[in-house]
Each structure stands twice: as C-alpha cells, then as structure tokens.
C-alpha cells in the first residue's frame, strides 16, 4: 500500500507570496493532519481535516488555512508569505479523527521563504 | 493544551548498548503515546505507540512503557545499531475534543560503530 505522498518536495517563495501545498493519504484514510516543523518551536499541529471539514486547528495565524476534497486529498494554503514560515511542513494521515488513530506522515513539503 | 516534555535532548552510545528515552505529559486525559522516528531528510516514521490501558509494549528491539500515575512514558531499545541513529520524538494526544499530537521537542540519538 503507498504511503502518505506529498507534493511539491520543495519551494522557495518570496515574501508576500501565497503558496498551496498537497497531501495525499493512504488509500482508505478519510482524515488528514498537517504540522509544521522548525528547528526552533518543534513539531506544531495545523489543522485536521475529515469528511472535508476541518475538525481542528491550532494555534496558527488565519494566514494558513487548508481544506479536504471528497476523495480525502487535503491541500493547504499559506498566504502573504513571512520568512517565519520557512518551515518543513508535514502531512499525517489517518484512518478517523481523534488522537488515538495511527498517524503516518509523508516525507513533508521543504519551503523556503526569501 | 497538553504539554509533552522529553529527555535527554541528544543522546550518545556505543553500538549493542542500549538506549532510553523519557518523556513527561500534563493532560491526565491523554490515552495515546506514539513514538516516531525521523531520519535526515524524512517525515517522521510510526515506530511504536502504546495506549493508557497498557503498561508496556515491545516489538523486537523496540519497548515502550507507560506511568499513567506519574505522566511519563518512556522508550527502550536494546542493542543498538548504527542505523537506530535519527531523531526520536514522542507524542501524546487522545484527550476529548483535542484531536492533534503534542510531540516533544525531540532526542538526537548517535550510535557509535
């Protein structure tokens, strides 16, 4: 069974631009999480996604926002771009919502703000 | 929110010793303890997990237990290989109507050939 894919590997992007990254889930997963990963503040939870409602969301800026298609893929979006988001940004699938599924990551969107 | 705590931040041994990580939380709700393994380059990976209703849990090499007293967990592997070296991370979620991992910050963990 393939794993969580994600695309594109990597970006770089000027501030003030707006940039959309996708997940797509293990094949049978109906939720999606994303987190963004920085040296400096760890591993942090975005949002989560099932049944195309976003059933989450952390502690983020309304610049980020995401949403889920009805075949489970997730996109999220990062607008007016700040060399802060420069990040590893991750996307976790999962068979239901809730925090006691198994959570399996993809190999994560590299973004480079300049 | 929770708040997952862990240590030690690196971690060095030799080759066939053994190493453990800890790992502290603070929502008594919590009811589900990942652990994820990330090498250079990669997304974290699912090495093994342990629910509050389980003490301990092993796979091969691999052992997990869990405190629910205390609010700590912990992860053991035995004889250590080279390719055991990577970024360790543990996570908690679980509680109601909080559906994200909290991970901890991480343990760089080198083994020594």
């Known amino acids: 069974k393939a794993g969580v894919t994600q695309t594109p590997r990597y970006l770089i992007k000027t501030r003030g631009q707006q940039v959309t990254l996708s997940c797509s889930p293990i094949s049978g997963h109906r939720s999606v999480s994303w987190y963004q990963q920085t040296p400096g503040q760890g591993l942090q939870f975005l949002f989560e996604?099932?049944?195309?409602?976003?059933?989450n969301k952390g502690n983020f800026p309304g610049r980020f926002s995401g949403r889920q298609f009805s075949n489970s893929r997730s996109e999220m979006n990062v607008s007016t771009l700040e060399l802060g988001d420069s990040a590893l940004y991750l996307c976790?699938?999962?068979?239901?919502?809730?925090?006691?599924?198994?959570?399996?990551f993809g190999p994560g969107t590299r973004l480079t703000v300049t | 929110g929770e708040n997952v705590e862990q240590h030690p931040s690196t971690l060095s041994v030799q080759e066939g010793d053994s190493a453990v990580i800890k790992c502290t939380y603070s929502?008594?709700?919590?009811?589900?303890f990942p652990w994820y393994k990330q090498e250079l380059g990669k997304g974290p990976q699912l090495i093994i997990d342990i629910r509050s209703n389980v003490g301990e849990k092993k796979d091969q090499r691999i052992a997990v237990t869990l405190n629910k007293t205390a609010k700590h967990f912990s992860l053991h592997i035995t004889e250590t290989q080279p390719e055991d070296s990577a970024v360790y991370f543990c996570a908690a979620s679980g509680a109601p109507n909080d559906y994200k991992l909290s991970f901890g910050a991480g343990t760089t963990v080198t083994v020594r050939a």
């Open positions: 996604y099932f049944s195309e409602t976003q059933r």
């Open positions: 976790a699938s999962s068979l239901a919502p809730g925090g006691s599924y198994e959570q399996y």
């Open positions: 929502d008594s709700a919590s009811n589900y």
